[in-house]
């Protein structure tokens, strides 16, 4: 089946620092990938969507120069967090879908934590 | 645009009862595809069923069935015999229907956090 590997699935980093998740689907091309947000017993919200090639699109309220996503091969996605401080602080998770559409598949999600 | 609703934030049962899980949407278009899906403590999505609108054969799987209601625009899950597994988020989530190779954004509801006491 659809796999999307997300790395990593864990990290802390200092305030003002740079972090970078990566998802990657093993076994397809991702023509569309989406990325969440999901903050402690709350859903998941939305923050862009992007297809390969084409600059993301951002949802209402995300920072677009401060959560950097690049979607530059059909099969890698990454977001980077710039300049973290505590609020942004949350779990991050991927989504992509192939041609066709046999569904969404989602990365396992990437716990941020910004001390 | 579209939105999904899920009443029940929580809700708590003991083993071995059942339990549904109420999923309530809004959309404009005519097809759409509607998700349910379980988060466990770990985070990850764990996906359960993916129904389309055209079909609105209630599903049944192991002790896991859905009942989908245009009228009322609802895709209801029951869980039969809980078990203390089957602690975890619940999500329903509906996306449009796609349009070329751009896939449509997947909109979840609140969640509903179940808890099964043994």
């Known amino acids: 089946g659809a796999v999307v590997s997300q790395h990593p699935s864990w990290v802390i980093c200092k305030s003002g620092t740079s972090v970078k998740i990566e998802c990657r689907s093993l076994?397809?091309?991702?023509?569309?990938m989406f990325w969440y947000r999901q903050f402690p017993k709350q859903s998941l919200m939305l923050m862009a969507t992007?297809?390969?090639?084409?600059?993301?699109?951002?949802e209402q309220g995300v920072e677009k120069d401060k959560f950097l996503i690049n979607h530059a091969s059909l099969t890698l996605s990454t977001l980077t967090v710039t300049s973290a401080h505590p609020e942004d602080s949350s779990f991050y998770i991927c989504?992509?879908?192939?041609?066709?559409?046999?569904?969404?598949?989602f990365g396992s999600g990437t716990r941020l934590t910004v001390v | 645009a579209q939105k999904v609703t899920q009443a029940q934030t929580e809700i708590s049962v003991v083993e071995k009862e059942d339990v549904t899980l109420d999923c309530v949407y809004e959309?404009?278009?005519?097809?759409?595809?509607l998700f349910w899906y379980k988060q466990p403590p770990s985070g990850e999505l764990v996906f359960l069923i993916r129904?389309?609108?055209?079909?609105?054969q209630n599903e049944i799987s192991g002790r896991y069935s859905w009942n989908f209601q245009k009228s009322t625009s609802s895709f209801n899950f029951t869980i039969t015999a809980s078990q203390v597994v089957d602690s975890a988020v619940y999500f329903c989530?509906?996306?449009?229907?796609?349009?070329?190779?751009?896939?449509?954004?997947?909109?979840f509801g609140g969640g509903t956090r179940l808890m099964v006491k043994p």
């Open positions: 129904r389309n609108s055209f079909d609105e």
């Open positions: 992007s297809n390969e090639g084409s600059k993301a699109t951002y």
């Open positions: 959309t404009r278009d005519t097809t759409y595809y």
């Open positions: 076994d397809f091309q991702a023509t569309t």
């Open positions: 989504s992509a879908v192939g041609q066709g559409f046999f569904g969404y598949t």
């Open positions: 989530a509906l996306s449009e229907a796609f349009v070329g190779n751009a896939g449509n954004m997947l909109t």
